[in-house]
């Protein structure tokens, strides 16, 4: 298969699903308008009318292929451009293509090494793809950038948690517990931590 026919039956793929979930946006706005027209019945002849306005409208598919299309081209076209690899990313991190995101993503930490978002990206885009010694990697980079995210403490201990090291997780654990002791993540995190140390 070509270059040219992986990239149409890439962009396809992104199309249908961004289409798909405007579809189903749509759905569920259309069936929350009978409700909305109903309670309009009951207010006072001046107010205002009620509507649902232009929201449900989907988008056109041929429009957003095009975007799609062009978004990915000229990261391909401009690796030096950090914010067309950035954008491929997302389109990628979207539809569950994370190894293709990750891709991207380096070509942008190789750009801005110091860009911490796409260092926290990294770790997180490596946790949904399961690369847990990456994801780890990463994660202990952006602490050393910031040791306080309270996003990348629970990364990294969930990572940790998933590798099956316990000493480490317990470590984030505690780290998180210190820096946002009402985390909502720290309760899951302790049961996941004592069935690991439990060896279940």
């Known amino acids: 298969m070509s270059r040219e026919n992986i990239l149409f039956a890439i962009i396809g793929l992104l199309l ?14 259309k069936a929350a308008m009978p409700a909305v027209a109903g309670s309009a019945q009951g207010l006072p002849a001046d107010h205002p009318p009620v509507s649902g306005g232009a929201q449900g409208a989907v988008p056109n598919p041929q429009a ?15 690796p ?13 991190y979207q539809i569950q293509r ?13 750009l801005k ?26 994660y202990r980079a952006a602490l050393k950038m910031k040791s306080d995210d309270v996003m990348v403490l629970a ?8 590798k099956g ?11 998180l517990e210190k820096v946002d002791p009402n985390s909502e ?8 931590l004592a069935s690991l140390k439990a060896g279940k």
């Open 64 to 78: 957003m292929q095009q975007q799609v299309q062009a978004s990915i081209e000229k990261a391909r076209n401009e």
């Open 165 to 175: 090291d316990a000493k480490a997780a317990a470590d984030a654990i505690a780290q």
């Open 80 to 92: 030096q451009n950090f914010e067309a690899q950035i954008a491929a990313a997302d389109l990628y």
């Open 155 to 162: 990364g990294l201990a969930a990572t940790t948690l998933q």
């Open 16 to 29: 249908g699903f961004i289409v798909g979930f405007m579809f189903a946006s749509s759905m569920s706005q």
């Open 113 to 138: 090494p110091t860009d911490y978002r796409t260092v926290v990206l990294l770790g997180m885009v490596n946790l949904d793809a399961a690369h847990y010694d990456q994801a780890e990697k990463w």
């Open 185 to 192: 993540d720290l309760p899951q995190f302790r049961d996941k």
């Open 98 to 110: 994370y190894d293709q995101a990750l891709e991207y993503l380096l070509k942008a930490n190789q």
